[in-house]
């Protein structure tokens, strides 16, 4: 099974600087997509960024970029010009691509890394 | 708004009781999943169903059911409620193709809080 893993529980940052969350995740795959999502007070869990196991080049959304090391399974977000609203909680995840005999979409979360953005 | 509607927001009910949380998917979803958000567990993959029949199947308890019906709506059943059942209970869709899928992205709902007193 896999696993996602993700070590720092809090971050803090000072607002416009930059800031990197780590994640590492676990799998005997070879094709699979990694995400980052973001938890913030309201709850609510919204897509940051996501990357394709296939895919060399590193996805980037405006000041959300990743980091992405297939090798050593490292899937790291990177935040540039951090602002008080990108405070939330941020969950890394791994899914399995689904091939022709179909299979599941679900996704499997790390445990999260709290981001405080300070003023 | 995501477009995913999850009812009740909050619940809070006694143990030993049952209750059922409703998802109704964004349109032209035909997946739903079911992910319990507790403080000490994080995000935990409950169970999987597409175009109606149940496709995967997590850390969901034998108390635990859920269900699609044919608008796509699901529900998920909680029974026999115990103190460490109080979470946030996530409803997610995506359209998944059954085949081939590329990066098809889950969106989620606002969350069912469920309290059990």
């Known amino acids: 099974a896999q696993t996602v893993t993700q070590s720092q529980p809090e971050m803090s940052v000072q607002e416009a600087e930059t800031v990197t969350l780590s994640c590492t995740y676990d799998?005997?795959?070879?094709?699979?997509?990694l995400f980052w999502y973001k938890q913030p007070p309201s709850r609510q869990m919204i897509l940051v960024i996501r990357?394709?196991?296939?895919?060399?080049q590193n996805a980037t959304e405006n000041r959300f970029s990743v980091n992405f090391q297939k090798a050593a399974k490292s899937f790291s977000l990177k935040i540039s010009d951090s602002q008080l609203g990108d405070a939330a909680m941020y969950f890394c995840?791994?899914?399995?691509?689904?091939?022709?005999?179909?299979?599941?979409?679900?996704?499997?979360f790390g445990k999260g890394t709290k981001l405080t953005v300070n003023p | 708004d995501s477009g995913v509607t999850q009812t009740p927001k909050h619940l809070i009910t006694a143990t030993g009781q049952r209750v059922t949380l409703r998802c109704s998917p964004r349109?032209?979803?035909?997946?739903v999943y079911w992910y319990q958000q507790s403080l000490d567990q994080g995000l935990q993959f409950l169970i999987q169903?597409?175009?109606?029949?149940?496709?995967a199947k997590g850390n969901i308890l034998e108390r635990f059911s859920a269900q699609q019906f044919p608008d796509l709506h699901s529900e998920l059943n909680l029974s026999s409620l115990e103190l460490g059942d109080s979470a946030l209970y996530f409803c997610?869709?995506?359209?998944?193709?059954?085949?081939?899928?590329?990066?098809?992205?889950?969106?989620f709902g606002a969350g069912s809080r469920l309290t059990v007193l």
């Open positions: 799998t005997s795959e070879s094709d699979y997509y």
């Open positions: 349109s032209g979803d035909l997946s």
């Open positions: 995840a791994y899914r399995s691509a689904v091939g022709i005999q179909g299979g599941s979409e679900k996704l499997v």
């Open positions: 997610a869709s995506s359209v998944e193709t059954g085949g081939v899928s590329g990066a098809n992205v889950l969106t």
């Open positions: 990357q394709e196991a296939y895919k060399q």
């Open positions: 169903y597409y175009n109606g029949e149940e496709r």
